[in-house]
């Protein structure tokens, strides 16, 4: 159950790290942290690095949130909500009010995150100096990826109208140690949200290894920049960052698709460029909670409906990656209660690349023919002669059902959810949660609320 959040815009500000040989790690959250004890030596950096990705793995933010949102504010019955939860029965209704708890605690513990980002960035030369540029590099990831995240759901789609004067969300790039009138900032703009992230993750892809075990790379930069530069319709951008990624040789498609979300499956980990890692000691993995069945340890809150298993091709191997439980479908992503929540997946690059690709006419890496074929291959799918826009958008929204994509697809191609709801619908906007209205009056709140 997601918590009723307790507190204000500025974050729990950063743990006060102390340790000494022999002794356990004592974290203990504060509202203020002394500029003489934080972050001290190299080894209080790097603990608060892997608090920081503690952080993305909260349910409220890359182990479920971030992604079912995508799904049911993009949603056309093609799922139906069928949980107790009023928070998620707005979301899936489009009617949230400022007080919804999934806007509070997304919000919340995402900037409480960003916040660890910026403690260790303003630390680096704490750190020995043949990590310093991949710490560094990380905290650039965390802190880009979030900021992307949050202008999406707070605020205007990029393009839907000014980007130079619609409001986004407030960016802080420094440390908040201590809370004080100064740290109510008001709420940038779209424009300039941008291109922090922008600068963020193509520093991060520039600092980061090849690999770096479970952790970040400069591939999990690449691949969330493509993101953000196909978000923008800057498409020969979005198709080289995929084509980094794609070329890197560290990532392939899984042999079989079930192999994608089977973590026992030998090539599971190569179709994963970045992904939320969970434990029966730490992590929880709300998409499991929500869109699983009681079977496998969940709700059984988001319901299939034949809506959209009547969108898959007769032969369609992902067609049959459902299961039934009573009277109920459900998606067989998220069946395990401790499995490994994806952010990231090649298979996205490919379809980035044939996107771009087809929208510029031009062939970089591979036709968009081929790369298509591929990923229909997989799904035991003939290959297309004739390959549209339509059919590739139509690939990418099967392939990545579920997966938390479908609204921001939605709002990039300008297609409506359906005949109530327009790509720019404000209804398809959060709100600035009503608590940081209160505490903050620079914020100013969405249009609709």
Avoid at 274 to 290: K, L, Y
Wanted: charged share 20%; net charge neutral; proline share 2%.
């Amino acid at each position: 159950m997601i918590k009723n959040i307790k507190i204000g815009f500025f974050f729990i500000a950063l743990a006060l790290l102390s340790f000494a040989c022999g002794e356990r790690l004592n974290v203990e959250p504060t509202q203020s942290v002394s500029e003489t004890t934080a972050l001290n030596d190299d080894q209080a950096v790097k603990v608060t690095l892997a608090g920081a990705y503690d952080g993305l793995s909260n349910g409220n933010l890359y182990a479920g949130a971030i992604q079912f949102s995508g799904d049911f504010l993009g949603d056309d019955r093609e799922f139906v909500f069928g949980g107790t939860f009023t928070n998620m029965d707005e979301l899936w209704r489009k009617a949230l009010t400022t007080t919804n708890a999934t806007v509070s605690a997304v919000w919340l513990n995402a900037y409480r995150t960003i916040n660890i980002s910026n403690n260790i960035l303003a630390a680096l030369d704490k750190v020995e100096q043949a990590d310093r540029g991949r710490v560094e590099g990380e905290a650039l990831f965390i802190r880009g990826s979030l900021y992307f995240e949050l202008v999406k759901l707070y605020a205007k789609f990029w393009d839907d109208g000014n980007n130079a004067s619609n409001p986004g969300v407030p960016l802080v790039l420094t440390p908040t140690r201590t809370v004080t009138e100064a740290d109510n900032r008001a709420r940038n703009n779209v424009a300039e949200v941008y291109t922090q992230i922008i600068a963020d993750l193509t520093k991060a892809e520039n600092l980061m290894p090849n690999a770096n075990g479970i952790f970040a790379n400069k591939f999990a930069a690449a691949a969330m920049l493509s993101r953000v530069y196909l978000a923008q319709g800057r498409y020969a951008e979005a198709r080289d960052a995929a084509n980094r990624v794609i070329t890197s040789g560290r990532f392939a498609i899984a042999r079989s698709f079930a192999d994608a979300f089977i973590e026992s499956a030998g090539d599971y980990g190569r179709e994963h460029i970045f992904r939320i890692a969970i434990t029966d000691q730490d992590g929880v993995n709300s998409m499991n909670t929500f869109y699983a069945s009681s079977a496998f340890q969940g709700r059984g809150d988001v319901r299939v409906q034949t809506k959209h298993l009547a969108l898959y091709e007769t032969g369609d191997i992902r067609r049959d990656f459902f299961y039934r439980t009573g009277t109920n479908t459900f998606t067989s992503k998220y069946r395990d209660l401790y499995g490994d929540v994806p952010v990231l997946r090649i298979t996205e690059m490919y379809l980035t690349r044939a996107e771009a690709n087809f929208r510029l006419n031009a062939q970089v890496g591979a036709t968009p023919q081929a790369d298509i074929n591929l990923i229909r291959q997989r799904a035991g799918l003939p290959p297309l002669a004739n390959l549209t826009l339509a059919a590739i958008l139509r690939e990418r929204k099967l392939e990545l059902a579920f997966e938390g994509q479908q609204v921001w697809d939605l709002k990039r191609t300008k297609t409506a959810v359906n005949t109530t709801f327009n790509w720019n619908s404000e209804r398809l906007i959060f709100p600035i949660p009503q608590r940081e209205i209160d505490t903050n009056k620079s914020l100013t709140q969405n249009t609709g609320y």
